[in-house]
């Protein structure tokens, strides 16, 4: 049976941010001051690629990664990922690699690095099962369509789902669904909750095949 839920869906990282501190505003405006200028913009991409060389073997240079484990970074919102990166920084989210390497970057590295990833394309995998993909897309429309777009491009505040690694979501899904450390966001939490494993199944495998 579908579940028909008018809140967020999954993540690469976290969601709403009612229930954690976002980034600072002035960071966000930033982010879009820059992108709006194309001079700064391509400096920040330039920058961000060099700042970036130490996460190629696990996100790729492009931020595709070459591991259905590791998520993409290509595509996210900058301000998401400026986010998400603070979170790694402060302790909200926590990876024994992740929270270390975060913590050595310079504040503009961290900038232009996520501006950098979110300059480029992602580049979405084919559906390895076609009916299990159908129920994902069925599943994708009534529970994470509201928050995360028809598309799945998300924003500012929420992940960009869409050519999201399978094995990546799959097992983001189930650390929600558990309450770990990795994933403790009460509202992720809620949702994951009510999904079985099917469910969880279906997902992983539509959203990597959206565009």
Do not use: W
Not at 80 to 109: C, T
């Amino acid at each position: 049976m579908m579940i028909r839920l008018a809140v967020v869906c999954l993540v690469s990282a976290s969601s709403l941010t009612t229930a954690l501190p976002a980034v600072a505003a002035d960071s966000a405006e930033r982010v879009r001051q820059v992108i709006a200028s194309a001079p700064d913009y391509d400096k920040a991409r330039q920058a961000g690629r060099k700042a970036a060389f130490f996460c190629v073997n696990c996100h790729g240079e492009d931020g595709n990664s070459s591991y259905d484990y590791i998520p993409n970074l290509a595509g996210q919102n900058a301000v998401y990922l400026m986010n998400q990166i603070g979170k790694f920084a402060d302790g909200r989210r926590q990876d024994e690699f992740m929270s270390g390497l975060i913590k050595v970057l310079k504040p503009e590295d961290r900038f232009n690095m996520a501006i950098y990833y979110s300059s480029q394309s992602v580049k979405p995998s084919p559906a390895g099962n076609a009916v299990l993909a159908a129920r994902g897309q069925q599943l994708y429309a009534g529970v994470c369509k509201s928050c995360h777009g028809a598309q799945g491009y998300g924003g500012e505040k929420i992940a960009r789902l869409a050519g999201q690694q399978p094995v990546y979501l799959k097992q983001s899904l189930e650390q929600y669904r558990k309450g770990t450390k990795q994933r403790s966001d009460p509202v992720m939490g809620s949702i994951a909750r009510r999904l079985k494993d099917e469910d969880i199944a279906a997902l992983a495998a539509y959203i990597p095949t959206m565009k």
